[in-house]
């Protein structure tokens, strides 16, 4: 049932070209995840990985992307916002 009901909300995406020659993350298996959210216009990306958390104020000031820890994802959105603006 888990991976019916994940398959009915996801979308496949092919993978996206590299961004390396606009921002590369120091860990070439984290780039994939920047990439896509770079193509796909995403608002957020949510990490726990210091990588990808060290590129936060480029990613916001290059592509109004906001990486964010995952400790401000709660199900207080107020709370979220206050993530977002502390970059």
Known sequence: RGI???ERLS????LPSSKR???A?????D????DL???EGA????SKDRQLLRLKKQCKAQFQLHILSQS???????RLIDCRDAD
């Open 4 to 6: 019916s009901h994940f």
């Open 11 to 14: 979308r496949f995406r092919p």
């Open 21 to 23: 020659h606009l921002i």
């Open 25 to 29: 993350c120091a860990d070439p298996d």
């Open 31 to 34: 780039q994939v995840f920047l």
């Open 37 to 39: 959210a770079i193509e």
């Open 43 to 46: 608002d957020f990306l949510f």
């Open 72 to 78: 401000c994802l709660e199900p207080d959105w107020a």
